[in-house]
């Protein structure tokens, strides 16, 4: 059995194949195999479409049928140069290449500069279900734009993508996930619950939080805080500027500099302004130099300050994404202070802490990863493995299975990943745990120990939901809009029968927020009831009250629940006891 890499590999290869006979004169990039799947990027001698697919999947089909084998040469570069010598993307990548030989690659009429691994022959690239007419678990997906080798300064090429599984299975079983991915889409349900959107004359990745949006946020975010400052925490608050400098001192502007904004150069506006400004890309500065305002013992420690902390970053437009991706975020972010002695057991805490807000949260499965020193990194190497060490006692204390992400720290410090998995099983980096020696010498840090000495003390950062914009949206496509009743933006609709019942609605309404302090809307429109109980349906509303004149004289509602439709009728005392247990059990 080939590994699916090696196959969406050879696909890669055999889609080129196809298109140097489709297409010819064409200039060829690379072509790897990826998650799901495999591209390749071209320099093409016409434009392609995406009506354009089908023609190059059936040839490629075709091409299947052929049996054509790969076969593996080495070559010196020098003929290797000769070989491409009307390639000018594979003579880029040869002159760059250690050693004087190279891998080469032939499948039939098509060679190509590549290590391999490829399966034997074209046919091993079916699925098996059909042996006469081999009918790969393949398919071609779409066309894109991307720049040659990822510069913005370099030719822009084609890349056409395409999924491959194992079997036609696998492969429908993929695209059903992509459809209900798009039903789940975070903004095509921010625009049909009105929770937020993106205003192209504020800016790109700037979030606008429309008055259910904002009360989600502020529930969640409340939600959190209250579970840090029941563990310890401290509530600040700090800036969103500060002067270059510190950054400057930070680290941030030799290391982060790409995903700053630019600074604010204020003498430009006041000749008596002698200092640049920076909008925050981090907190942690901030947090630092509350940490430096007072002499600090070894008794004061550990200290855990944390805010709701907007931050501004940076990030490319192509690379925008709703709420994941954006350039105006708002973190969960604390700074712990401890001595080396208190730092497993606050990774430990933090990490214990992580888990029960996730749940809460409704997120039960996830993959967590030690990503390690990275190859631009600040600090001694031996403060580096201290740092790894004590997260890995850490994970390994309480028994928490995860993996090694080399090279993946920051650049101060190593850090614990947890990437979410979401209804549809798809990973979401959120929480983040990290170990710092850097910054605490960078801003000489210091507290007095039981002998009256100075000493360094450690730092953890650590976001556990991370960007509260990026949670949102995960959260948003995880629950496919249906948030629990304590979350719910509006968790209740009172829907009179009549107009002569609107008074009953408000008898029902005043109790429910004078008891409960029930989000909740009275839907007295001129409109039927099953066109509001639709609408209802619609927005997700968690429970829709039908009172008439049958449910005022039992002092009763009749209760649509969503996904479970109309329960009947149910008094009015039993309903406040069900929501009310709901609300505080965070089901």
Not at 233 to 253: E, F, N
Not at 534 to 555: S, T
Request: aromatic share 10%.
């Amino acid at each position: 059995m080939q590994k699916i890499e090696t196959i969406r590999h050879s696909l890669a290869h055999l889609m080129a194949h196809t298109v140097q006979e489709l297409y010819p004169g064409t200039k060829f990039g690379i072509g790897p195999a990826i998650e799901n799947g495999f591209y390749y990027d071209f320099d093409l001698p016409k434009n392609l479409t995406p009506e354009d697919l089908p023609k190059i999947e059936k040839k490629m089909r075709l091409l299947i049928s052929k049996n054509i084998i790969f076969k593996k040469r080495l070559v010196s570069k020098k003929a290797a140069k000769k070989i491409f010598k009307n390639q000018p993307y594979k003579l880029e990548l040869i002159s760059e290449m250690k050693g004087n030989k190279v891998f080469l690659y032939q499948s039939g009429d098509f060679l190509d500069l590549c290590k391999g691994p490829h399966v034997k022959s074209t046919l091993q690239l079916h699925s098996g279900q059909a042996k006469e007419i081999p009918q790969g678990a393949f398919k071609l997906t779409k066309i894109a734009g991307a720049y040659w080798r990822g510069s913005e300064k370099k030719q822009m090429l084609t890349r056409i993508y395409g999924v491959a599984f194992k079997n036609k299975k696998e492969l429908d079983n993929y695209f059903l996930t992509i459809e209900e991915s798009e039903k789940r889409d975070h903004r095509k349900l921010g625009a049909q619950l009105d929770l937020f959107h993106i205003d192209e004359n504020v800016g790109p990745g700037l979030i606008l939080w429309h008055p259910k949006g904002a009360i989600l946020k502020k529930l969640i975010e409340d939600y959190a805080l209250e579970e840090y400052l029941n563990n310890g925490y401290q509530l600040v608050s700090t800036p969103h500027i500060a002067k270059l400098k510190l950054w400057q001192i930070s680290g941030h502007t030799d290391f982060y500099k790409e995903n700053m904004f630019p600074a604010m150069h204020l003498q430009e506006i006041n000749k008596e302004e002698r200092e640049d400004y920076q909008i925050k890309p981090m907190n942690c500065p901030f947090h630092i130099a509350i940490y430096k305002n007072s002499l600090r013992s070894y008794r004061d420690l550990p200290l855990r300050y944390t805010e709701m902390g907007t931050v501004y970053r940076y990030e490319k437009s192509g690379v925008l994404h709703g709420l994941p991706r954006v350039r105006g975020l708002t973190q969960d972010d604390a700074h712990i202070f401890c001595t080396p002695e208190q730092l497993g057991e606050e990774l430990i805490s933090a990490l214990r802490l992580t888990l029960k807000i996730l749940r809460t949260l409704d997120f039960k499965e996830y993959d967590i990863y030690l990503s390690t020193r990275p190859k631009k990194f600040v600090g001694v190497i031996k403060n580096w493995e201290k740092a790894t060490k004590a997260l890995k006692y850490a994970l390994e204390k309480m028994k928490i299975k995860y993996q090694i992400d080399p090279g993946e720290g920051v650049f101060y410090g190593p850090k614990i990943d947890i990437k979410v998995k979401d209804s549809l099983g798809r990973p979401w980096q959120l929480t983040t745990i990290q170990v710092d020696f850097n910054l605490p010498e960078k801003f000489n840090l210091v507290y007095i120990d039981k002998k009256g000495r100075k000493q360094r003390p450690i730092m953890i950062h650590r976001a556990l939901l991370g960007a509260l914009e990026r949670f949102i949206g995960v959260l948003i496509e995880h629950l496919g809009g249906n948030f629990p009743v304590w979350l719910s933006p509006i968790q209740v609709w009172i829907i009179p029968v009549g107009s002569r019942h609107l008074k009953y609605a408000k008898e029902v309404s005043k109790k429910l927020q004078s008891l409960l302090n029930v989000r909740l809307q009275i839907k007295d429109e001129a409109e039927t009831v099953s066109k509001k109980i639709r609408e209802g349906e619609i927005q997700k509303i968690p429970y829709l009250l039908v009172v008439g004149d049958k449910e005022e004289k039992a002092k009763a509602v009749r209760v649509r629940e969503r996904k479970k439709g109309d329960i009947g009728l149910v008094k009015l005392t039993k309903f406040l006891e069900k929501i009310k247990r709901e609300i505080e059990s965070k089901k």
